[in-house]
């Protein structure tokens, strides 16, 4: 029975050992023909590792860089979206996203004032949710040190200290967590999508055929309300709604 045991435990390590050396195989190739500007190759590598199961924000942010060097836009912010999601405070990746961002054709204004929405974006990005977890934990002993500060303390300065300083302990604790937790949701929730196709119609129903309300082009970020195998209703950051054919965004 141990013998047993161990031959399996033997085929499951040699297994994983190939695999692991044939994925590094495949990534030394894609990276050699992306050098070669070879990028439809290293698209195909990229791709076919991602297919056995491995992933990575390295993955991800190389197959972005190459389907940007290809012209395929949308499908180059579709992976970077992804990287970003796997590592939100890798600065290479926000650069990239951004000037592949600006080369959109759709410049939908949102609803939301500019400020408050690049503010909220930014805040919720400066840490990752561990950074707000910890964050939230110290300045909850702090608020507790300080609060005991205040009420053993007889010394009027001392009290003056202590009251103030727990007090804004206890702001950035509720500051961080409510941060953390829209974090942890923006992780955790895939309600976003990436047009992928060049130029894609958006319809009033999940029908064929159905009326066209407007087109939308590669690159273009749409809020998910609902989706299946066929159709996916969109929302727009103007409020726009609509039907768009799931087989042409990447939901991240």
Do not use: C
Not at 96 to 106: P, S, V, Y
Not at 195 to 211: D, F, G, W
């Amino acid at each position: 029975m141990n013998q047993i045991k161990y031959i399996l435990l033997f085929s499951v390590l040699l297994f994983a050992s190939i695999n692991a050396f044939s994925n590094n195989e495949l990534q030394a190739k894609a990276e050699k023909a992306y050098s070669e500007k070879n990028y439809k190759e290293a698209i195909n590598l990229y791709e076919t590792i991602l297919k056995e199961g491995l992933t990575s924000y390295k993955l991800h942010y190389n197959l972005g860089n190459a389907y940007y060097k290809n012209n395929e836009l949308g499908k180059a912010i579709y992976n970077y979206e992804l990287a970003n999601k796997l590592q939100p405070n890798n600065k290479d990746i926000k650069t990239n996203l951004k000037i592949a961002t600006e080369k959109t054709i759709d410049k939908i204004e949102s609803k939301e004032n500019f400020f408050i929405v690049a503010i909220k974006s930014g805040l919720v990005n400066s840490l990752s949710t561990n950074g707000w977890a910890w964050t939230s934990i110290f300045s909850l002993i702090g608020t507790l040190a300080l609060a005991f500060l205040f009420f053993t303390t007889n010394r009027l300065t001392l009290k003056r200290i202590g009251f103030f300083l727990s007090g804004i302990s206890l702001i950035v604790f509720i500051a961080s967590m409510i941060l953390g937790f829209t974090s942890l949701n923006d992780k955790q929730v895939s309600n976003f999508a990436i047009i992928l196709n060049r130029e894609v119609k958006i319809y009033e129903e999940p029908v064929t055929p159905s009326k066209s309300k407007f087109i939308l082009h590669e690159g273009t970020r749409i809020s998910v309300i609902e989706t299946n195998s066929d159709w996916t209703n969109i929302k727009l950051e103007n409020g726009n709604e609509g039907w768009i054919k799931t087989s042409v965004i990447g939901v991240f």
